[in-house]
């Protein structure tokens, strides 16, 4: 049984930062690429950042660009959402993610399990 199980949401200040974690089991963890996404209230769920199963390769969206880090611990089978200098508009349910056969996943239909999201203000 696949399991993702996200830690390290809350509130924050606008400027603040968060790191968050997902802890996953139930399958092979270097098998497969990780992906972090977001849904914000009234919106469609996008990708925020992925990583390639080795954590050679990553992917942004535009809007965390040089603000958001993605990384990897293949010993622990976690991936991490560092994310620096968080503005209002990051607030969302932040989604932990594990993929296919893909070697970078960017689209939501190339996610086989989620985990069950933690919540992120940022407070202006």
């Known amino acids: 049984q696949v399991q993702l199980v996200e830690s390290g949401g809350g509130l924050v200040q606008a400027g603040g930062s968060l790191r968050l974690s997902c802890a996953a089991s139930?399958?092979?963890?270097?098998?497969?690429?990780m992906g972090w996404f977001r849904q914000a209230p009234g919106k469609e769920r996008e990708l925020v950042a992925a990583?390639?199963?080795?954590?050679?390769?990553?992917y942004y969206a535009e809007s965390v660009k040089g603000r958001f880090t993605i990384s990897r611990d293949n010993a622990k089978n976690t991936v991490y959402l560092q994310m620096n200098s968080l503005k209002p508009e990051d607030t969302a349910v932040y989604f932990c993610?594990?993929?296919?056969?893909?070697?970078?996943?960017?689209?939501?239909?190339?996610?086989?399990?989620w985990g069950q999201g933690t919540q992120v203000t940022v407070s202006s």
């Open positions: 139930g399958r092979t963890f270097t098998d497969y690429a």
């Open positions: 990583i390639s199963r080795t954590g050679g390769t990553t």
């Open positions: 993610a594990q993929g296919g056969s893909n070697w970078l996943p960017i689209l939501s239909s190339d996610y086989v399990y």
